[in-house]
């Protein structure tokens, strides 16, 4: 077998048949949410469902430059997408779907060392793959690959992001910017060293711990566009006000020196394994601490709380003391990267 | 061991703001400034929010790319269509011009290059045989860098289309506006750092304001107003360094001598304001041989027009905050620029949509 993905690779024949076998089934040892599952190589998966609570379904698709990055690689990022998304609507992740689209003469090690880290990253969430499908581009067509995800958990009752009201305090689960900053400072062309490390990670085994406590009104992972507007969206659609104070925020130090070098606000850049919770104040230090019982949610905070002044506005109090409106970011300032 | 010393620090700007409370005259006060670093310093902190409401603080023409006549981007799309390679800073190209952009231009096929310093410039004519044009805008800050590359022997298909422009003549020419209701200045602190304290003096002393040097961290900023409110309520106007750990107080001499060597003061034209005495920038005769104006045969440019609805002209002249306008937000924004000073990383309406800026809350 040759070292890189060529077009027979994505041909239905024997080429395929092979890489699938002896490059990526491999990686997979437990593949079933159900009777049949990615082991049966059929034409879909089954999945058992507990008779009581919801099923939650998501689906999200990933490119990112460069593929391998400080502290992960796209295998992870597309693993820990998928799980989070499911995570933050308070639901245990159980089976996710990999479809690859992979560019003619993309390194087949490149792509072994992506599946082993997809592997490992859904093992940490405690969940499976269970089908999948691969594609190959011709030279040119996609840069290197992409992947797309979808997942199914279940949740005794799904949360959402639209229902959260004046009083209830704001939580995130850790340092913010870290994923974005990371993948800034990686690019070539700022040709930059920087101690900083995505933070890619799934986070249902730390939020399973916040939903144990109960009082939680809202959920969010602050990916592309940030803490900014993961912040305005559920401002917006609950017409709530979330007003956040800046010197609560946690903050690398390396984070907020990139941030000041490069002009782009820590704020508006993607995490990618840190969650926004809203929650009932009278059980947001109990929530604080179960998330703080998690080695990923050591530096969680409470950065705010929900007000009524500016109804579907972020206003951010500034460390000096001022105050102004964060609004949504025009644009993600890092194309790209999740 | 104790804290670092931080720019940020809330005690002590909660005792500057207590001053600046002190200081504030019972009448209405407007403070101008001229630079964006410093427009998006407050904003970013929410300074407004700290200031007694008789205090106001204001950007003027602080934005070089919005500044710069709709007249020179003519020229550099004039240059371009000729087929030679016009670079630019990222700003500049997505200004309008007279009737389009150099962005624009370049869709219609011109070749524009996007540059991060005048000396990618000079790389990209050493590249090729081509006429490479640097269209070269900004104040005293980016005026030595221009100068520098125009003395290091320069490749032969290399010219500059010079737009540079000095701030104190046109801190001055706003003050001779009749409604201009300026009480002090907040004067640019990277500016100062090159030309020092005396091209203020000499340019308004005779109006008899206060100019204070002021640095661009937040308790910077809060100290460089107090002190300004300090002369207000002494009688005593001058010119002050609020930042003496950047600026000395006689500039940089190396960075004024390369200025004075390459470049002669003459009047120049400003968007929104207008033509202003020795405020601008031109080659000295020895070097017009690199001078893209006369290279390319440009004729000399007529004043500018303005853009039906947009009040630029109000916003660099400090007459009018970026939402007095009825295009902000609307109309107009970030990514469908109407006046330069949307489309200005510097400009007062770019740096008021992005940070949410507005006279609440």
Sequence with gaps: ?338 | MTEPFRLTDPDRAKTLTEAISLLAPADPVKIVHVCGTHEVAIAHNGLRRLLPETVTILEGPGCPVCVTPASDIDAAIAIARTGAIVCSFGDMIRVPGGRASLEEARSEGCDIRTILSASDAVRHAKDTDREVVFFAVGFETTAPMTAAIVLDDPPENLSVLASHKLIPPAMGALLDLPDHGIGGYLAPGHVSTIIGLKPYREALDRYRIPVVIGGFEPLDILYALALILRQIADGTPKVENAYPRAVDDGGNPAALRLIDEVFEITDAAWRGIGTIPSSGLVLRERFESIDARKRFDIPEAGPDEGIPGCRCPEVLTARAVPSDCPLFGRRCTPLTPVGPCMVGAEGACSIWFRYGERRTP
């Design chain 1, 1 to 338: 077998m040759t070292d890189r993905i060529g077009p027979l690779h994505g041909a239905g024949g024997e080429m395929m048949e092979k890489l699938l076998r002896e490059r990526i089934l491999v990686h997979f040892k437990d593949c079933h949410a159900g009777r049949i599952g990615l082991t049966e190589l059929d034409d879909g998966a089954t999945v058992d469902l507990p008779a009581d609570g919801e099923a939650v379904i998501t689906t999200d698709s990933h490119v990112v430059k460069p593929i391998f990055f400080p502290g992960g690689d796209i295998g992870r990022l597309a693993a820990a997408g998928t799980l989070n998304d499911l995570a933050v609507m308070g639901a245990r992740p159980i089976a996710l779907t990999l479809s690859l689209i992979i560019e003619e003469g993309f390194p087949l090690d490149s792509l072994e060392r992506i599946l082993a880290s997809f592997s490992k990253t859904l093992a940490e969430a405690g969940a499976v793959l269970v089908c999948g499908d691969t594609k190959v581009m011709g030279h040119g067509e996609l840069d290197g690959i992409a992947i797309n995800t979808t997942g199914i958990g279940i949740a005794s009752r799904a949360v959402s992001d639209a229902s959260i009201s004046p009083g209830d305090a704001v939580i995130v689960t850790g340092t913010i910017g870290d994923h974005g900053m990371a993948l800034l400072a990686a690019r070539e062309e700022f040709n930059l060293a920087s101690p900083l490390s995505s933070d890619v990670a799934p986070i249902w085994p730390m939020i399973a711990r916040a939903l144990e406590v109960g009082g939680i009104k809202g959920m969010k992972d602050p990916t592309r566009g940030g803490l900014a507007a993961a912040l305005n969206e559920m401002a917006s659609k609950s017409r709530a006000t979330i007003e956040i104070e800046e010197g609560r925020i946690p903050l690398r130090r390396e984070v907020l020196g990139l941030s000041d070098l490069l002009g782009i606000s820590p704020l508006e850049v993607a995490n990618e394994g840190k969650a926004i919770l809203i929650v009932e104040d009278d059980k947001a230090e109990e929530i604080l601490a179960a998330i703080r019982s998690h080695p990923l949610g050591e530096d969680a905070a409470i950065i705010g709380h929900v007000t009524d002044e500016y109804p579907g506005r972020v206003v951010l109090a500034t460390e000096v003391g001022g105050r102004r409106f964060l609004d949504m970011p025009l644009g993600d300032p890092v194309p790209r990267i999740c």
